[in-house]
């Protein structure tokens, strides 16, 4: 019982910190786009959820410490998934960095921002199949559809390149909080479990 407790609390302060950073960078790619017409008001109030996800991140090592180290064994099956969410991982950025050198090599650098998003949304949907979560696929779902539309709407001129890219990382940072809010109610429950 306790490795299992052990075992959710690391994922979700794993998950954590990984959606930590991924907002961060998201919030920092829109005040850039935005040019300080948003008063930095964008970057205050995700700054605000950052915190309590900070909050969580330290509350949830905190409780780790606690758990006593159990023999941890990992399964075949474990390994392998951990071995493909690795390529996964490594073709998301490497497609990022292709997308990067091509674009820039056409001159079309103002769409990277919409490319950069469609490779994140599309790396949930082998990361939903791999671990078994619907919750993947339906970020997957927004973070492609949110791309497209940004891609399109710079594409037709619809609105200028900076708020495109602008929206598009907000709504890119709104997916990373989803997630995060995600991890914690994961972390919460495994935590509570343990008390039981």
């Known amino acids: 019982m306790e490795l299992n407790v052990k075992k959710e609390v690391e994922k979700a302060i794993g998950g954590l910190f990984f959606m930590i950073i991924n907002t961060v960078i998201w919030t920092l790619i829109a005040e850039y786009y935005l040019e300080n017409k948003d008063n930095r008001i964008v970057g205050v109030l995700i700054g605000l959820v950052i ?15 606690t758990v006593p180290d159990a023999i941890e064994t990992q399964t075949q099956e474990e390994e392998q998934k951990d071995k493909r969410f690795l390529w996964i991982f490594g073709l ?6 292709l997308a990067k050198n091509i674009l820039v090599n056409i001159n079309h650098n103002e769409l990277f921002i ?9 790396h949930f949907f082998p990361l939903g199949k791999l671990f078994k ?8 779902i927004w973070t492609s559809t949110v791309a497209i539309i940004g891609l399109y709407m710079i594409i037709q001129k619809i609105t200028t390149v900076n708020f495109a890219n602008a929206i598009i990382s907000i709504c890119c940072a709104v997916s ?12 919460q429950k495994a935590i509570r479990n343990n008390v039981k």
Not at 51 to 65: D, H, I, N, S
Not at 92 to 97: A, K, M, N, P, R
Not at 133 to 140: A, C, I, L, T, V
Not at 181 to 186: G, H, N, Q, R, T
């Open 51 to 65: 915190l309590v996800f900070l909050f969580f991140y330290v509350r949830f090592t905190k409780f780790q410490k």
């Open 133 to 140: 979560r619907k919750f993947d696929y339906y970020m997957g």
């Open 176 to 187: 990373t909080i989803g997630y995060g809010v995600k991890m914690i109610v994961s972390g």
């Open 92 to 97: 998301e950025g490497l497609g990022i960095f």
């Open 114 to 122: 919409p490319f950069f998003a469609l490779i994140v949304g599309l």
